[in-house]
């Protein structure tokens, strides 16, 4: 199984400020139809997964646009502008090139 | 809109049975049959695991190792629905179960069942 690492596990942040979620593969997420299927969720408290961000980059609809994604091959960047309270919670990557679908462990967002 | 709804959680004692169900709905571009479908696990304050995966015309499922022999996922494209029968239970499977839907990844989740394995 493709593992998935992000870090930091823990993020605090003042409000305003960006913020800079790493995510590393152990294989290429590149497909063999050159697309690259690496996506972001955030899981507010007592919700479920909600997917910011499909194919590294593209924001799904009603995403702030503070949201941004970046990367290729096995090394990806989730980052937040300037933070808001509403974006407490936990971000995950996750990878849809390779069977099974694999996680990475999360990343805490909270407020300073 | 997409919607994922499961049901069938609940308590169950060890070694106890459980059958989850995910209704589909809304599917716009595709129907509920050319996708493929997962179940996802939460345990209480731990990160998401997959437990199992199905084609979208049923032949081809996987699972997890630690659920292998145990679960069975299944689906009904006729009334767009989704299965795991989980078999077997132990502890460490309490969790809060996610169907979810893929689209070169997981894209909708549904708001999950808990599943509570207790004495």
Redesign the interface.
């Known amino acids: 199984d493709v593992v998935m690492t992000q870090s930091p596990l823990s993020l605090p942040v003042t409000l305003g400020q960006p913020a800079s979620i790493s995510c590393r593969s152990s294989q290429s997420l590149v497909?063999s139809d050159g697309?690259t299927?690496?996506?972001w969720?955030q899981q507010r408290p007592g919700q479920?997964?909600?997917?910011l961000i499909?194919?590294v980059s593209n924001r799904d609809s009603g995403v702030p646009d503070r949201f941004s994604g970046s990367g290729s091959g096995t090394d990806f960047t989730l980052k937040i502008s300037r933070v808001e309270a509403e974006d407490v919670g936990?971000y995950?990557c996750?990878?849809?090139?390779h069977?099974?679908?694999?996680?990475?462990?999360?990343t805490k967002v909270e407020i300073k | 809109e997409v919607q994922l709804v499961e049901s069938g959680g609940g308590l169950v004692q060890p070694g106890g049975s459980l059958r989850l169900s995910c209704a589909a709905s809304g599917f716009t571009e595709y129907t509920f049959s050319d996708y493929w479908l997962?179940w996802v696990r939460q345990a209480p304050g731990k990160?998401?695991?997959?437990v199992s995966?199905i084609s979208s015309d049923g032949t081809t499922t996987?699972y997890?190792d630690s659920v292998k022999g145990r679960f069975t996922i299944s689906r009904d494209n006729a009334k767009n629905t989704l299965f795991l029968q989980m078999n077997s239970l132990r502890a460490d499977d309490t969790a809060v179960y996610?169907c979810v839907r893929?689209?070169?990844?997981?894209?909708?989740?549904?708001?999950?069942t808990l599943v509570t394995v207790s004495p």
Do not use: E, H
């Open positions: 497909y697309n299927y690496l996506n969720f479920s997964p909600r997917r499909y194919k936990i995950y996750m990878q849809g090139t069977w099974p679908r694999t996680f990475g462990q999360g | 997962l990160g998401l695991v997959w995966y996987n997890a996610y893929d689209a070169w990844g997981p894209d909708y989740w549904g708001q999950g």
